[in-house]
C-alpha cells in the first residue's frame, strides 16, 4: 500500500467509496473538469492498487464503454487506516462486486449527486448535503443499516412498512437561512408502476405519503440542523418516454403534488436546478423548479480532453 498518498488522491478515494462507483467522466466532473488529468489520476491508483476496473458497464449508443472504477480492497485498508471509514465496514460495503447488476443505476444516482454539487458551484449562497443508500459514509456504524431507511407505521392496521430512498438531501439558503428537504429516486424502468404486493412505485409513493403524515421526515432536522415543513419527493426517469406512464400514475394517487418527476436526459441538458420537474406528475403544467425563484439553466460544463 503506497505511504505516499496525496491528499488529492485522498479525496478521489473519498469520493469513490461515497459514491462506490464513477465513471472516468464523473470523476473529472468531481475534481478536475478534464479527461486527461483524471486519466492519470486513476491510472497512478489503479498502479498503486488502490481502485479497480468495473467491467460490465454499458456503453452509450453502442460505443466503446467508458473506464467505470471502484475502490479496491487496498484502498478500503488506506481509508480505514485515515479513519475515514470506520473500521468495521466490509468489503462488500465498500467495493463494487454486488453492484454488477445494477451499474447504470448507481451511475445515474452518482451523475444526479454530481449535478447538485454543481448547483452549490453556480449558486454561492446554496449548500447540499447528501446521504446515498449504499453510500459506506452512510451507514450505522453499529448495525450497518443505511441511516436513510425509515420504517413507516401504516394507518391501516397493518405491519409497519419500510423503505429506502436512493438519497435524501437538504437544501439549504444561507442568505436566509432556509432549508428544503428532498427524497430522490432513480428510476430505470426495472419496478412496476402498480402490483398487487405493494412492490412498486404506487407503494412506494402510498409509503412517502404515510412518512408525510406522520411527519417522519423531522427526524432529519436532528441529522442536519435544520428546521422542516415537510418534503418533496424526486423521480428522475433514465428515459423521457417512462414520464408519461409515470404521470398517469402519480395523478391517479391525488393528492401527490409533492412528488416531482423529471428524466435524465433533461437533467443533463438543463441542470437540475432548472424548470425541469413537473410537479404533481402533471406533463401539462409549466415545470418548475427545486429552486423555486432561484430557477435557472446550469448544465454541468464541457470537459477538457
Not at 489503479?46 to 464503454?65: I, M, N, S, T
Not at 413507516?152 to 432556509?178: C, H, L, R, W
Not at 432513480?186 to 402510498?206: A, C, F, H, N, W
Request: hydrophobic share 40%.
Amino acid at each position: 500500500m503506497s505511504t505516499r498518498i496525496t491528499q488529492a488522491s485522498l479525496s478521489v478515494l473519498t469520493d469513490l467509496a461515497d459514491y462506490r462507483i464513477l465513471s472516468l467522466s464523473q470523476v473529472a466532473h468531481l475534481h478536475f473538469g478534464g479527461k486527461r488529468a483524471a486519466r492519470r489520476r486513476m491510472q497512478q491508483l489503479l498502479k498503486e492498487r488502490l481502485v479497480e476496473r468495473v467491467f460490465g458497464a454499458p456503453a452509450d449508443g453502442g460505443g466503446r464503454p467508458e473506464s467505470i472504477f471502484g475502490t479496491s480492497k487496498a484502498g478500503l485498508q488506506l481509508l480505514q487506516s485515515r479513519s475515514i471509514l470506520d473500521d468495521s465496514l466490509s468489503f462488500d460495503q465498500v467495493g463494487s462486486l454486488n453492484l454488477h447488476h445494477q451499474i447504470a443505476h448507481q451511475l445515474l444516482l452518482g451523475w444526479c449527486r454530481i449535478h447538485l454539487a454543481h448547483l452549490c458551484r453556480t449558486f454561492s449562497q446554496l449548500e447540499v448535503r447528501l446521504l446515498s443508500f449504499n453510500s459506506p459514509l452512510a451507514v450505522s456504524p453499529r448495525t450497518g443499516v443505511p441511516i436513510i431507511r425509515t420504517e413507516v407505521p401504516m394507518d391501516n392496521g397493518e405491519q409497519s412498512a419500510y423503505f429506502t430512498p436512493d438519497a435524501a438531501f437538504v437544501i439549504t439558503n444561507t442568505a436566509q437561512p432556509k432549508s428544503v428537504l428532498f427524497f430522490l429516486e432513480v428510476d430505470m424502468g426495472t419496478e412496476p408502476l402498480s402490483s398487487s404486493d405493494g412492490g412498486d412505485i404506487r407503494g412506494k409513493v402510498q409509503r412517502y405519503k404515510q412518512h408525510f403524515r406522520m411527519k417522519g421526515y423531522k427526524r432529519y432536522e436532528k441529522v442536519w440542523d435544520v428546521e422542516l415543513n415537510g418534503f418533496r419527493l424526486l423521480f428522475v426517469t433514465h428515459v423521457a418516454s417512462t414520464l408519461q406512464r409515470f404521470s398517469a400514475t402519480i395523478k391517479s394517487m391525488s393528492p401527490s403534488d409533492f412528488v416531482w418527476l423529471t428524466s435524465a436526459d433533461r437533467m443533463f441538458e438543463n441542470g437540475i436546478s432548472d424548470r425541469i420537474w413537473c410537479a404533481g406528475g402533471c406533463l401539462e403544467r409549466s415545470p418548475e423548479s427545486i429552486l423555486g425563484g432561484l430557477a435557472r439553466p446550469a448544465p454541468l460544463p464541457k470537459l477538457k480532453d
